[in-house]
């Protein structure tokens, strides 16, 4: 079942549970809203250091926190790292 996030709600990004039982990353860019299963696609670890926390400081690259590879926030390709050709798993 999809959830609605309200109106209004700020973030750059974050990340939640899922009904099934995985993680998903959220990130805004403007008014557009990405979403991908926190799991990288070379080891399949989280992306985040545990916390939420995997948005590097230009605010528009997801990164891995194991072994740093980065990923466009808004398509999920990887840019750099182990995993270049791959992509995060986009969730609808």
């Known amino acids: 079942m999809p959830h609605v996030l ?33 799991s990288c696609p070379h080891l399949g670890v989280p992306l985040d250091y545990g916390d939420g926390r995997c948005l590097a400081e230009d605010g528009k690259t ?14 999920g390709a990887c840019t750099g790292g182990p995993c270049i050709g791959q992509s995060l798993k986009r969730l609808a």
């Open 6 to 38: 309200h109106r209004g709600l700020d973030f750059t990004h974050i990340v939640v549970d899922h009904p099934d039982g995985y993680q998903v990353i959220l990130y805004r860019q403007g008014e557009a809203i990405h979403a991908y299963r926190n």
């Open 62 to 75: 997801l990164f891995c926190a194991l072994h740093a590879a980065t990923f466009e926030g808004d398509t």
